[in-house]
């Protein structure tokens, strides 16, 4: 069956760094695009970026644009994003899923940014 598996979250200070990982399986990786999403504390999931299936064209809103980089390994079925000069604001569960007809989602992996 289709799954997502986010991984790589914690607690990090403000200016810090993660790197998360999507695995997915139970669908042909390679033919998708893939996107991380977003849900902080009191507010609705959010669009975060996106990657197109061969990992060559990328997209981000605007409030991570600089600091957050998407990418993906089709031979392993997974999606990441690198997260740099974290902010208190990006304090969220993180969540991916494919483009076009969404899977169920995963757990999520959970950062939190504070000193």
């Known amino acids: 069956q289709v799954q997502l598996v986010e991984s790589g979250g914690g607690l990090v200070q403000p200016g810090g760094s993660l790197r998360l990982s999507c695995a997915a399986s139970g669908f042909t990786f390679r033919t998708y695009w893939m996107r991380w999403y977003r849900q902080g504390p009191g507010k609705e999931r959010e669009w975060v970026a996106s990657?197109?299936?061969?990992?060559?064209?990328?997209n981000y809103v605007d409030s991570v644009k600089g600091r957050f980089t998407i990418s993906r390994d089709n031979a392993k079925n997974t999606v990441y994003l690198q997260m740099n000069s974290l902010k208190p604001e990006d304090t969220a569960v993180y969540y991916c899923?494919?483009?076009?007809?969404?899977?169920?989602w995963g757990q999520g992996t959970q950062v939190t940014v504070s000193s």
């Open positions: 990657i197109n299936n061969v990992g060559d064209t990328t």
């Open positions: 899923n494919r483009g076009g007809n969404f899977a169920p």
